[in-house]
């Protein structure tokens, strides 16, 4: 973690510092700004589906409400047709509720206010302050200048008052082609700011709007509408990402213009994690070429992949409290993220044994067609969780990773004249393997048992110094067992020489595929159940999963033995 950590957020789950945008609230609050009133919006652009990113500004916009008993509203800044579509409004909706928060009915649409920002428009022409322009986009911004040298005026400037309304009446009433004129401020084609240098306010678009139809066929920019949507919604405080402070003087001048309610803006840096892309256009390019499977692939960092790979509301709230807000980019370790979700199922996942990549083991001295049933905690972490019976006999699965013919010393699995505890039953011996004549691999390990070592008898105390997890072969469940490591193999998949592209920092094994065997417990499983599988990690049930075929997906490993390994 970076600079974030000395500023963190305080949504109410974390007791941590107040973090400087709450300290500006308390300031605001104090001073009776905006009555003391405190009322937020999350502003998704419905053009994809949400990450972990957007996350984080859901948890601070709704979370800042809760805080300061306000409101936060959830607010589509729907303001390009062509982009634009109801499948992703319906999944950020889906989303935002299931994160856990709630917009209390105030679901809005910067396209609602189509006719008042069109009023707005006029207003700004009535007063001098726009006017409409016949430069092709080319043109425009060939004549915005560079930072260090001025730009040069429009010819179409000075147009009068009356002929720039007539123009954007038949703009809007729809007499010219697409990119043939647009709207521009009037203000200053000299400004330091490049924002400043009349920017773009409406361009024409012969396209239908998912909501408007075709009601219009000219289209506000971003920067006309987000700040008079807020100004209409009396938001008070307009939290946004960095790189909006430098259209902020552009967003005052036009509240300022047209004498409506201010809104406050305050930017924070916006989420950045390791081995991962952020940026919806990347995000589309990945499902719409095919390189994921669909926006909610589990190695995607959207929020419906999170949420199918296993991830809870929960544990995604509880990453963007410690993540905090800072004010300077920074780059968050995505081992926080997997901390998070490590931390909460710990504490609430059922355990059961599955077994991932098997070898049978056969108990020579166990009675044939005998079945016990072994009582294991469903989880120890939660005393009323309770226990569970697991079926035991003479022939089960163990991890293949779990035996070695010929091990080295610190080897403390099963190995050739070695004991290891079965999981809540016995301890057994290793006598001897078979092995496949052809390929030499192991395809039998026989062992015999200790009877008295079950828990309860004389030597259930006796101490070995492993213990494996095992599934009742006759008893078990098949399974496809999706494993899943990192989707890029480098710390910042963008970081790429000139010419080259994020996408050749894919993993090509970002997805392993395994049929395994897990106990009979989990037979009614349904997609998103959660799981511990004792000693290989925290599993969730797919959406794939049928009660004919069962398919888990391993959210994270117990440990973090990716970094581990990959030291
Ligand atoms: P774009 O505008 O390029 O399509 P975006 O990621 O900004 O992409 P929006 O739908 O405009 O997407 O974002 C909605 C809100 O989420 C905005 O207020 C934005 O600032 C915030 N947001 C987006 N990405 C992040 C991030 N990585 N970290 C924090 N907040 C973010
Ligand atoms: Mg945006």
Request: overall charge negative.
């Amino acid at each position: 973690m970076t600079d974030s950590k000395s500023v963190t957020e305080n949504t109410g789950e974390n007791k941590t510092p107040v973090n400087f945008i709450h300290a500006i609230i308390d300031d605001d609050i104090r001073n009776g700004k905006h009555g003391s009133r405190v009322h937020t919006r999350f502003p998704p652009e419905p053009n994809g589906y949400l990450h972990i990113g957007h996350a984080k500004s859901i948890c601070l916009n709704f979370g800042t409400a809760l805080k300061y008993n306000g409101k936060c509203n959830l607010r589509f800044d729907d303001t390009n047709p062509v982009k634009e579509d109801v499948e992703y409004v319906d999944s950020i909706r889906y989303d935002v509720h299931w994160l856990g928060f709630d917009w209390e009915g105030r679901e809005y649409y910067a396209s609602d206010y189509f006719p008042q920002l069109y009023e707005f428009a006029e207003k700004l022409i009535q007063k001098g302050k726009a006017y409409v322009c016949e430069l092709t986009a080319e043109q425009i911004a060939e004549q915005k200048g560079s930072p260090t040298r001025p730009g040069q005026e429009s010819p179409y400037r000075n147009r009068s008052i009356e002929e720039n309304l007539d123009l954007f009446r038949r703009m809007k009433a729809g007499e010219f082609p697409d990119g043939s004129k647009v709207l521009r401020a009037k203000i200053d084609m000299a400004s330091p700011n490049m924002h400043m240098r009349d920017p773009i306010l409406y361009r024409i678009i012969h396209t239908e709007h998912h909501r408007t139809g075709k009601s219009w066929c000219i289209y506000p920019m971003y920067d006309f509408a987000h700040g008079q949507s807020d100004s209409i919604e009396g938001i008070t405080h307009s939290l946004c990402t960095l790189e909006f402070e430098v259209h902020r003087p552009l967003y005052d001048w036009l509240i300022q213009e047209l004498e409506i309610f201010a809104p406050q803006q305050i930017e924070f840096a916006r989420l950045n994690m390791t081995y991962t892309v952020m940026s919806k256009r990347k995000l589309l390019e990945l499902v719409k070429n095919n390189y994921v499977n669909g926006w909610d692939d589990p190695r995607m960092p959207t929020i419906s992949g999170l949420r199918r790979r296993g991830y809870t509301p929960a544990s995604i709230r509880n990453f963007s409290d410690i993540v905090g807000v800072a004010k300077r980019e920074n780059v968050i370790d995505v081992g926080l993220l997997e901390f998070c979700i490590r931390e909460d199922l710990n504490k609430t996942a059922q355990r059961v044994m599955g077994v991932i990549n098997p070898v049978k083991l056969i108990i020579d001295n166990y009675p044939e067609g005998l079945t016990e049933e072994m009582p294991s905690a469903n989880n120890p972490e939660d005393p009323e969780a309770g226990i569970r019976n697991v079926p035991f006999s003479r022939e089960l699965y163990i991890e293949r990773d779990d035996f070695m013919e010929d091990p080295p010393a610190k080897f403390f699995r099963l190995a050739p004249g070695r004991e290891v505890r079965l999981r809540s039953a016995y301890i057994i011996r290793c006598e001897s393997v078979v092995k496949d004549p052809e390929t030499g691999e192991i395809t039998g390990i026989h062992c015999t048992y200790d009877p008295d070592t079950l828990s309860g008898r004389p030597g259930s105390n006796r101490k070995v110094k492993g213990t494996l997890h095992w599934v009742s072969a006759a008893h078990a469940i098949k399974a496809e067992i999706r494993l899943y490591d990192r989707l890029f193999m480098t710390e910042d998949p963008e970081d790429v020489p000139e010419g080259e592209d994020y996408k050749k920092n894919l993993n090509p094994d970002s997805l392993k595929v395994m049929t395994g065997y897990v106990e009979p417990f989990v037979a009614g499983t349904k997609p998103l159940d959660k799981f511990q599988f004792e000693r290989l990690g925290y599993f969730c049930t797919d959406s794939d999963s049928t009660p004919e075929k069962l398919v888990f997906n391993r959210t994270v490993a117990l440990k973090d033995s990716w970094a581990k390994t990959n030291k």
